[in-house]
């Protein structure tokens, strides 16, 4: 059965920076040799988030790109802007506004600390819980 876990931010580190909650999303999925694809709500997050997956220390090296070319298919973390109509991957890190729809294993949704931006995620969960999806939620 397909899962949707939502991750609420709650840690300083993750609500200065809530794409580093993503990147460490990205890393443990890799090292679960997962192939990953991150939905970028626009360019700017989609490029701001390729940066900080290059930056994430000495030891840990994620294979990334953003999408939009024949490395598309070879690369096991793939970052999509919304105007590139990427193939869906068995886990999905949604950074959009809409619930992930098509087939996939696992959708990570994160929810931002201030509680105007959770409402729509409340919305979200329903959407899912309708579909039949297994929800689970983190505190990080």
């Not at 360019?43 to 939009?68: K, N, R, S, T, V």
Request: proline share 6%; glycine share 4%.
């Amino acid at each position: 059965m397909p899962r949707a876990d939502f991750y609420l931010i709650a840690k300083e580190r993750f609500r200065e920076e809530p794409l580093l909650l993503v990147c460490e999303l990205a890393r443990k999925a890799y090292d679960a040799n997962l192939w990953t694809l991150v939905l970028a709500r626009d360019a700017d997050q989609a490029e701001a988030l390729d940066e900080m997956l290059w930056d994430m220390g000495d030891d840990a090296y994620i294979p990334h790109q953003i999408a939009g070319d024949e490395e598309d298919a070879l690369t096991p973390v793939l970052i999509a802007t919304p105007d590139i109509d990427a193939a869906m991957r068995p886990l999905v890190i949604n950074l959009r506004d809409g619930a992930v729809e098509g087939s996939f294993e696992r959708v990570l949704e994160v929810v931002p600390a201030d509680d105007s931006a959770r409402e729509p995620l409340r919305e979200r969960w329903k959407q899912y819980k309708a579909r039949g999806l297994d929800l689970k939620k983190f505190d990080m």
